[in-house]
């Protein structure tokens, strides 16, 4: 009896071998070739499930955001948390979670290239970017109502946490062969955020 194979398992299972691929070579010096490889299948049996590289890499980005997404909405509805437990669970999530920094190096390779695009897949990354903005601000309007933070503009230090965020992210990118600790970094953080309470 021929095997089944389930065509959304097959798609993620070719994706996340392709990441390697990405991560390994970048963007521009992976080919198709490559990833049929990596992978152990003929090209032909990958243009079954992708038309070209460019469709594995945004999906393969795609399932990175959507693990984030998912992880950081079971912290924001995570009731014995307090809103600060929460903003210091989402930047750990987003700095520990891709701890050999490749995932984050090609999302910001990604940005790059869809900045200039100016396509569909460029505008997603945005509201993602948007998204992550907009959870800073609504747990920050929450521990204000709260009392749990000291008086600030919520818009303002959502905006800097926010930019905590993406600094690091190019620091990680910046400095790709000279590891940091990422403990070390996260409790500076938190030192920051800890010093908002009340």
Known sequence: MPKIIDYDDKKREIAESAMQVFSEKGYYN???ANIASKCNMGRTTIYQYFKNKDEIFFYSIEQVIHTLEKDLHEIINNPSLSAIDKIKLIIGKIVTQYENHSKIILLI???LISKY???AFSEKLSEHALKLKNIFLHLL???????EIKPVNVEYMAQTLYSLVQSFILHLTINKNSPIDSEEHLKSIHLLIDGLRT
């Not at 309007?141 to 009392?147: H, I, L, M, P």
Request: proline share 0%; hydrophobic share 30%.
């Open 30 to 32: 992976t080919n198709f």
């Open 141 to 147: 309007g929450e521990a204000s109502t709260s009392n």
């Open 117 to 119: 695009a100016k396509n």
């Open 109 to 111: 390779e990604l940005w």
